[in-house]
């Protein structure tokens, strides 16, 4: 019997806005803003300086100590220097700026001379390889997990409404996603690989299920948001629970994105660095939704001009509806983890007015992590951070359940969030 999570909820889908609509490529931007930071970690270190010229797929920005990633520019032009620049979180933060000559002179990682696991895990690493589906963890660390894996999951859940981007990668790019999940394979030691999609993407399950065999599978999975969180997709995948703070490597499991896994057969066989990824641009309120190729460093605005995305709509999302980001400036720029830009119209974001608690429960009823929303919210007004504490807020995943069911509009994700920032940070 298919497994799944317990709780979670069922939003609309509002897939079908850019599901057929084959990866094209996006606009070539006479600038980017380059992150130092599209990673967890620290952020990268800027090699180049004001008047460097540089090419396609140079490095411009060297990996930290410790946890960190590579940064390459997406574009063949001029440094203009390290600048600070505006971020979805609403602070500025150092981006390298480069100016586009539109030249489009290019040049390549060096060619491996052989495939094994320390050459690929090197290379991931060279590549400046990170979590694709919107976490941004460097992948090369994460498949660095000395043999304590024994399967590998592959995320091609995409359970965001709206979000296209992994269903088209898996439609058009099927033996490359296989490549690169054979890849990963060998960087952590697994000895097979479940591919987790949910079931509203048929034929992306079609396509993988007919092309993949021996030790990979493909597991259609329930279409119930989150099925795509670490936690859940895991469970589903393979009946195996992490425990609370552990990870999934503690169940002997390692967790890569379909978009990851095609990024890492791109490095290791193309020698192509992670410079640009698929995105998609949809919601009611732009003209024409697309699945577009966009090098990072784009500012959103040149998104919006491409697909004719209204900068006064109702709400613009970067993300998915349910864990996205309010994007207050279209001068903010994508990065390796931006899966999505989503213009909404009023019908599909209406105004929160909270109201108080009518203790209904459904909070409590739909949060897949077994938590007490309203709770927590309530310990976390009073400051008694040790009871929302005992009430679980450390263990939440944002994943925006409690507040979509809410009745009182109340803004529950924000507030369990909130209060599980505060225990980390006083160590409570
Ligand atoms: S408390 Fe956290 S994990 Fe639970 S539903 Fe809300 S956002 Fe999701
Ligand atoms: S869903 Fe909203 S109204 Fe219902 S118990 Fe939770 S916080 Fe209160």
Not at 266 to 279: F, Q
Request: overall charge positive; charged content about 25%.
């Amino acid at each position: 019997m298919l497994k799944s999570f317990k709780k979670g909820v069922h939003p609309a889908g509002c897939k079908d806005l850019s599901a057929g609509q084959k990866i094209e490529r996006g606009p070539e931007p006479q600038s980017v803003w380059l992150p130092l930071s599209q990673h967890i970690g620290a952020p990268a270190e800027p090699i180049v300086a004001p008047g460097d010229r540089v090419l396609r797929g140079q490095l411009v920005a060297k990996k930290a100590e410790g946890l960190s990633a590579n940064v390459y520019s997406p574009v063949a032009g001029t440094v203009k220097g390290v600048v600070g620049h505006i971020t979805v979180s609403g602070k500025k933060k150092d981006h390298i700026l480069i100016e586009n000559d539109f030249s489009d002179e290019s040049m390549l990682l060096p060619h491996l001379s052989e495939v094994t696991r320390e050459s690929v895990l090197a290379r991931v690493e060279e590549a400046g390889i990170v979590g694709m589906g919107g976490a941004g963890f460097p992948t090369a660390a994460k498949l660095n997990v000395g043999g304590r894996a024994d399967v590998l999951v592959v995320n091609g859940a995409e359970c965001e409404p709206y979000i296209t981007c992994d269903h088209r990668l898996m439609l058009e790019y099927t033996d490359e996603i296989l490549r690169g999940v054979e890849l990963a394979m060998l960087a952590c030691g697994a000895k097979s690989a479940v591919i987790g999609i949910e079931k509203n993407k048929p034929d992306a399950i079609a396509a993988l299920s007919e092309k993949c065999g021996g030790n990979i599978t493909v597991r259609a999975l329930r279409t119930l948001y989150p099925q795509g969180a670490e936690k859940q997709l895991v469970y589903s995948c393979t009946g195996r629970v992490i425990p609370e703070g552990k990870l999934p490597v503690d169940a002997g499991v390692v967790v890569v994105n379909v978009h990851t896994a095609f990024s890492i057969h791109r490095a290791v066989d193309l020698d192509i660095p992670c410079y640009e990824r698929v995105m998609t641009v949809s919601g009611r309120a732009v003209e024409t939704p697309k699945n577009l190729w966009v090098k990072n460093g784009t500012p959103f605005r040149a998104l919006a001009q491409f697909c004719g995305g209204r900068e006064d709509c109702a709400r613009i999302v970067s993300g998915g509806p349910m864990m996205g980001d309010s994007v207050f400036s279209l001068k903010i720029c994508t990065g390796k983890t931006s899966s999505s830009l989503l213009f909404l119209d009023e019908s599909e974001s209406e105004g929160k007015v909270a109201s108080a608690c009518i203790g209904c429960g459904r909070c409590v009823q739909a949060c897949p992590m077994g938590l007490s929303p309203t709770f927590i919210e309530e310990a976390l007004f009073r400051k008694d951070f040790a009871e929302a504490k005992r009430y679980g807020a450390s263990a939440c995943i944002g994943c925006g359940c409690c507040s979509y069911v809410c009745p009182a509009k109340r803004f529950l994700t924000q507030s369990v969030k909130l209060a599980k920032k505060i225990i980390a940070e006083r160590k409570i």
